[in-house]
T-cell receptor
């Protein structure tokens, strides 16, 4: 079963606007990661936030993590058409061997 | 380009058949992971190998098996294929317990 649940399932915005995607998870984690997937292609790692971090930035990306609520958000600022893709959060649980558990993803469409 | 390669890109086969998917990790990465992505199940972790040894198992069917060779490349073997096995199969590698680098995937179609 999926550990992460993402919200919304689909998001459509105009180019230049900001896009926010949310992720909730169930168990305690070592870290949470966000990946992007262009249609039918491999996943590309975007950013990793450790369980003791609350916010992280990378270029136009901003990720927050609230371990008390078991939730994370990904903000993409000043969106571009090339940002059109599916975005997945993935958690690395504290218990057990390393394996990433992915959410169902948010399908982001940037309209020109 | 992540540095992870997978072959073949596409595979079309019939029910009951057996196929082998191959993955070469990034240079220096000892861990290899296999994932299955389908419309109904999403992205599911199958199995992890670290330096030739099985490290973790996920939702991998008994009809599926994998191994990692001394040169660190890995193979995923799928046997007695069913229609429901049609999916994208991804391999990923990592240097440690951090981000994973994904290959382009193998699209398997079972007819």
């Amino acid at each position: 079963s999926q550990q992460g649940e993402e919200d919304p399932q689909a998001l459509s915005i105009q180019e230049g606007e900001n896009a926010t995607m949310n992720c909730s998870y169930k168990t305690s984690i070592n870290n949470l990661q966000w990946y992007r997937q262009n249609s039918g292609r491999g996943l590309v790692h975007l950013i990793l936030i450790r369980s003791n971090e609350r916010e992280k930035h990378s270029g136009r990306l901003r990720v927050t993590l609230d371990t008390s609520k078991k939730s994370s958000s990904l903000l993409i600022t000043a969106s571009r058409a090339a940002d059109t893709a599916s975005y997945f959060c993935a958690t690395d649980a504290i218990q057990g061997a390393q394996k990433l558990v992915f959410g169902q993803g948010t399908r982001l469409t940037i309209n020109p | 380009d992540s540095g992870v390669t997978q072959t073949p890109k596409h595979l079309i086969t019939a029910t009951g058949q057996r196929v082998t998917l191959r993955c070469s990790p990034r240079s220096g990465d000892l861990s290899v992971y296999w994932y299955q992505q389908s419309l109904d199940q999403g992205l599911q972790f199958l199995i992890q190998y670290y330096n030739g040894e099985e490290r973790a198992k996920g939702n991998i069917l008994e009809r599926f098996s994998a191994q990692q060779f001394p040169d660190l490349h890995s193979e995923l073997n799928l046997s007695s294929l069913e229609l429901g096995d049609s999916a994208l199969y991804f391999c990923a590698s990592s240097p440690g317990r951090l981000e994973q680098f994904f290959g382009p995937g193998t699209r398997l179609t079972v007819l």
